[in-house]
């Protein structure tokens, strides 16, 4: 009655369920978020906006933004699973950061197109993306 779990044991469990190769449990917690993302997108304009849109399931952009939940969800998850020390949640941290940052300068880009149509600055906002 008086156990106790560890972390160490909880992701020791963790790893015995990822044993089978067709069970990835964070990939399929990424693709879920991805899911659970874009099944919200309609609730979420018609609170803001009072009106439904069926079609923003299906379309980019907007809010939340599923490829952030994606990346988001795979890196928790990888840390949850292996651990925060690994070269594995690394690699998983700076894919979300890279994510994060085009999403912040498209953005920028989107801001700039709006307010300067013929600005020449969109080119630059471009490129700077691409870096």
């Known amino acids: 009655m008086d156990e106790v779990i560890t972390v160490t044991d909880a992701s020791s469990s963790l790893r015995s369920y990822s044993s089978d ?5 964070p990939l399929l917690s990424a693709f879920l ?3 659970l993302a874009q099944f919200l997108k309609p609730f979420i304009a018609w609170v803001r906006e009072k009106r439904w849109d069926s079609r923003r399931m299906v379309s980019s952009g907007g ?9 988001t969800t795979l ?3 990888i ?3 292996e651990g925060t020390g690994g070269s594995t949640f690394a690699i ?3 894919l979300t950061h890279v994510v994060e940052c085009m999403v912040y300068n498209s ?4 801001v700039v197109v ?3 149509p013929s600005d020449p600055m969109i080119i630059a906002w471009f490129l700077l993306g691409l870096v």
Do not use: I, K
């Open 21 to 25: 190769p067709f069970v990835n449990l």
């Open 33 to 35: 978020a991805c899911a």
């Open 63 to 71: 809010m939340p933004l599923s490829h952030s939940a994606f990346v």
């Open 75 to 77: 890196t928790a998850a």
């Open 79 to 81: 840390g949850l699973q």
């Open 92 to 94: 998983a941290v700076v």
């Open 107 to 110: 953005y920028w880009v989107g």
């Open 114 to 116: 709006m307010r300067h």
